[in-house]
């Protein structure tokens, strides 16, 4: 059973999380199996918040689950559907529920989703949630009022140091640090040299970065992330060795080439640990760490 | 001003079943500079109602005014008589409008011809683009006179997301990212320190809605 996640950024020299992404209905069968086979072998899973603004099973009863099967959830928290009450309620019924860590974010824009037409909420940012658990902490609710015992969390933002223009972006990443956060998570990264620039930054401050890792499962999924996906930059190097795999072998090789990454990362310790992003192939993690050599 | 936007000829159509007088009522400020509810819009307007109806076989009479504002009073004094000639009044006016013509005229039946869209400014000739969302609480101070609460999709105050991509927005590549303009323009004047601070959560309470404002000269005569 893993440590508290906070304890585990705390005493490990390189964290591993995995993200887990709830499915759209109630057949969790899948997402347990993935569940059980992953819990022992990360510090933490990442449950997602109705990821890219798609209907799904909510993060926190997943993360409640997790905890049953004995894993360490991250409560992943977006401000797109809920105003500051209902924040501070999930958060409560988060911390009664056992769940002690808490990855904040602003959340994709309505439009991207499968439900355009609803109405975005948007009340706080990602750096007013951070600084809104926090307060909770110190046994008080954003409006200022008596809490009946104050909750504690392990709490996380995101960056992406990849993201064109730089500046506005590391501007915000500053405030989430200034707000509380403990642990950073990254948009994927892929070229090494450009994140050990970003780190060479990011460590004047007092946060545990991890690095997102996101599974390449071809060369067009790479060309896809580039054309489409803000802040993921794939170099053509990556792109030619996939294309290069032999037919049917793609997959094998971007598990290859994510362990690869993992294992330059932690070795040289640029930081201080990473975030595997599967994205519907939870169940390579354990291949990408094996041939990290973890 | 406030821009608006004529509603597909079908619907307009549509509300006026059974009708068979109507006052097509233009409004002759902001609707009329973007070209969606002036005198000449209503031209067009009756006009295509007109061959609409005829077409059909139907026999509706569709008559015109225009009077210069409809979210003042005193503008309707002119046509106040009229009104009660017709059986609906299309009104080409933001919903402001329509709704002071709906309360002047209770027991006519008043109907939108537009759909109001923003509160905007007119970048050239025929293109207008939103720049205000009456929040209220303006940021403007803080933000280099560009507002995040209406340029950025989200309403953001503390920055970009993480959707942003080369100085455009998650939501169209069509459009500027609010919080990369805002810092350009900051970066320009040298005043970054601005937006380094944590901006407060935005006061929702400070649009609490229907608002009413009373100018302070007024306030004894309103009390």
Redesign the interface.
């Known amino acids: 059973m893993p440590m508290p996640f906070a304890e585990a950024l705390k005493t490990k020299e390189f964290v591993v999380t995995a993200e887990v992404g709830p499915p759209k209905g109630v057949d969790i069968q899948e997402m347990l199996h993935n569940i059980e086979l992953l819990k022992d072998k990360v510090d933490a899973l990442n449950v997602t918040d109705n990821q890219s603004s798609v209907m799904r099973i909510g993060s926190l009863p997943v993360c409640k689950l997790i905890k049953e099967a004995g894993g360490e959830p991250i409560l992943q928290m977006t401000c797109r559907d809920r105003n ?1 009450v209902a924040l501070q309620s999930e958060l409560l019924g988060a911390y009664i529920l056992g769940i002690r860590n808490v990855l904040a974010l ?1 959340g ?2 309505i ?2 989703g499968d439900h355009i037409e609803a109405k ?1 909420v ?7 949630l951070v ?1 809104l658990i926090r307060q909770m902490e110190q046994g008080k609710d ?1 409006a200022g009022n008596e809490l009946k015992g104050a909750p504690k969390f392990c709490v996380g933002a ?3 140091p990849e ?3 730089i ?3 590391l ?2 990443f ?2 989430k640090i ?2 509380g956060a403990e642990f950073i998570q990254t ?1 994927a990264i892929y070229d090494l040299e450009n994140f050990k620039k970003f780190m060479g930054y990011a460590r004047k401050f007092d946060v545990k970065i991890l690095a997102g890792i996101v599974l390449l499962a071809s060369a067009g999924m790479a060309r896809f992330m580039n054309a489409n996906v ?2 993921i930059f794939v170099p053509q190097e990556l792109i030619d060795e996939l294309v290069a795999a032999p037919k049917g072998k793609a997959l094998e090789k971007g598990i290859e080439i994510a362990g690869r990454m993992v294992r330059q990362l932690r070795e040289e310790k640029v930081c201080d640990g990473v975030h595997i992003m599967a994205i519907g192939r939870e169940h390579l993690v354990p291949e990408i760490l094996s041939a990290a050599g973890m | 001003m406030i821009v608006g936007h004529r509603k597909p000829l079908e619907e307009i159509k549509s509300y006026l079943d059974g009708c068979e007088r109507v006052l097509v009522l233009g409004c002759g400020t902001c609707v009329a500079v973007c070209m969606a509810g002036g005198e000449k819009e209503v031209q067009l307007l009756a006009s295509q109602l007109r061959m609409a109806f005829k077409e059909e076989g139907k026999e509706v009479l569709v008559e015109e005014e225009t009077i210069q504002r409809q979210c003042d009073r005193e503008y309707f004094d002119t046509i106040k008589n009229k009104v009660e000639h017709y059986d609906a009044v299309l009104s080409l006016a933001c919903g402001a409008g329509v709704q002071m013509a709906a309360e002047l005229f209770p027991k006519r039946v008043v109907l939108p011809g537009l759909n109001t869209t923003f509160i905007g400014v007119a970048e050239k000739e025929g293109v207008w683009s939103e720049k205000c969302r009456a929040c209220a609480s303006c940021l403007l101070a803080e933000t280099g006179g560009i507002c995040p609460i209406t340029i950025c999709p989200k309403g953001l105050v503390n920055g970009p997301c993480g959707g942003t991509n080369h100085g455009k927005c998650e939501v169209s590549k069509e459009k500027d990212c609010a919080w990369t303009l805002i810092y350009r323009r900051l970066e320009g004047q040298g005043r970054l320190d601005k937006i380094r601070e944590i901006q407060p959560a935005k006061n929702y309470k400070a649009q609490t809605t229907p608002a009413t404002i009373v100018h302070a000269a007024y306030m004894e005569e309103e009390a």
């Open positions: 500051r602003t994709d824009y439009t991207v975005p948007f009340d706080l940012d990602s750096v007013l600084k954003f995101i960056v992406t993201a064109d223009p500046e506005p972006q501007l915000k500053e405030k200034k707000a948009q803000p802040g």
